[in-house]
Each structure stands twice: as structure tokens, then as C-alpha cells.
């Protein structure tokens, strides 16, 4: 069936570090794909989106990568700051840019100081 | 900088009430979506609305579950008979063509 999963539930890294958050997504008809950040209590805010004619996307210390032929989406946050600290969820549209969104499970990103 | 606004952010209801979560959308856009997030899980689709209709539901969107928009401003959720498992977070969203869909703070339905 259609879904969208996440490989890990929490993610640990250092402040200053690299931080790599992967998605796996098994809708092949869907073209559009976005990360969403959630901090505690509040509601979904947008990261970053990617069309499935996009392998690379780039965003300020952010970047998106999808890889198609293994169905695979992954968000790089570059110099994590304590302010990264969140749950992290991919989602697809796979009526493309219009129509809901399917979520994953989410990555919990904690950022030590 | 515009955004969704929810209310209550916090509602207590006895099984078996009605209850209505408020929404007012971006002004300028056009599509309009209820979601939800069980503590814990993930965020779950529910309805969507486009042009005074529902465009989609989902399962989860069964009889009890209505949407309205009343006045061209806000946009509603109506439970009509609500069960413990209702108890979650509810999440408006709206967005315009071809853009990111910008969602609320959410209103935390509990259900006892």
C-alpha cells in the first residue's frame, strides 16, 4: 500500500555537526516530496519540497536529496544548531503538487550542546 | 507574516458530545485540509476542501466527521458523536496552487 517510513526514530548529534535524516517512500507514482519540521506542541512547519524531476535541492543549511530508483529521500541539515531540535518528517504527495499528504512515522533530532 | 490560526488549542469533551474545531486559513489561498496526529504518531490525513467541496477523505473521515466553511473565512472540523479514540491532535492546513501547505498550532482534542 501507499506509505512513507522513516529508518530511524531518534538521532543524536553534536551541535556544529552534520545531521542526515532519510525517508523511504514506496509510492512510485509520487512526484512531489517535502520535509516538515515539529517542535513540541506545535504544528508541522515546512523545510523544504522536491520534485521527482530533482535529485538535489538546496535551501539555507539544508538540503534535500531524493534518490528514485531505490525510492529513497533524505534531509541534510549542515552545522545542526540546538534550535534543530525536533521531529522530523518526510511526506509525499502522490497526487503531486495538489491533494494530501501522506506522512512518515518521523525522526526525533536531538542536538547536544 | 500570515498564518493558520486554530482554535481552542485545547478542547475536553465527554464521549459521546459534539464538538466544532475552528480554523481560519491564509486569506488568499484555496485549498484547505484537516489532519490529525494520535500522541506519538504519525500525522494522519483527513479531508481536504477546494471550492466549497470536500475533494478528498480519508478511512478516518467517516459520518461523524463534517467540514464547513460558513463565511469565507473560517474553516471547520465537526465531530458529532466523539469517541476516546478521537482524542488527538488536530491540525488545519492551507495552501495556494502549487505551494507548500502551511498548517496550524493545532488543537488538542481530549476525549474522555
Known amino acids: 500500500g501507499e506509505s512513507v517510513g522513516l529508518h530511524l526514530p531518534t538521532l543524536s548529534v553534536q551541535e556544529g555537526d552534520n545531521s542526515i535524516i532519510n525517508c523511504a517512500y514506496s509510492?512510485?507514482?509520487?512526484?512531489?516530496f517535502i520535509w516538515y519540521k515539529q517542535e513540541s506542541g506545535k504544528g508541522p512547519q515546512f523545510i523544504i519540497d522536491?520534485?521527482?524531476?530533482?535529485d538535489k535541492r538546496q535551501g539555507q543549511r539544508v538540503t534535500v536529496l531524493l534518490n528514485k530508483t531505490v525510492k529513497h529521500l533524505s534531509l541534510q541539515i549542515a552545522a545542526t544548531q540546538p534550535g534543530d531540535s525536533a521531529v522530523y518528517f518526510c511526506a509525499e504527495r502522490p497526487g503531486g503538487s495538489q491533494g494530501n499528504l501522506i506522512f512518515g512515522k518521523g525522526t526525533k533530532l536531538s542536538v547536544k550542546p | 507574516e500570515p498564518e493558520v490560526t486554530q482554535t481552542p488549542s485545547h478542547q475536553v469533551t465527554q464521549m459521546g458530545q459534539e464538538v466544532i474545531l475552528r480554523c481560519v486559513p491564509i486569506?488568499?489561498?484555496?485549498?484547505f485540509y484537516w489532519y490529525r496526529q494520535i500522541l506519538g504518531q504519525k500525522v494522519e490525513f483527513l479531508v481536504s476542501f477546494y471550492n466549497n467541496e470536500i475533494s478528498e477523505k480519508s478511512e478516518i473521515f467517516d459520518d461523524q466527521f463534517s467540514v464547513e466553511r460558513p463565511d469565507g473565512s473560517n474553516f471547520t472540523l465537526k465531530i458529532r458523536s466523539t469517541k476516546l479514540e478521537d482524542s488527538a491532535m488536530y491540525f488545519c492546513?492551507?495552501?495556494?496552487?502549487?505551494?507548500?501547505?502551511?498548517f496550524g498550532q493545532g488543537t488538542r482534542l481530549t476525549v474522555v
Open positions: 522536491i520534485r521527482s524531476n530533482m
Open positions: 492546513a492551507s495552501e495556494e496552487t502549487e505551494a507548500e501547505a502551511f
Open positions: 509510492n512510485s507514482a509520487s512526484d512531489y
Open positions: 486569506s488568499n489561498h484555496l485549498y
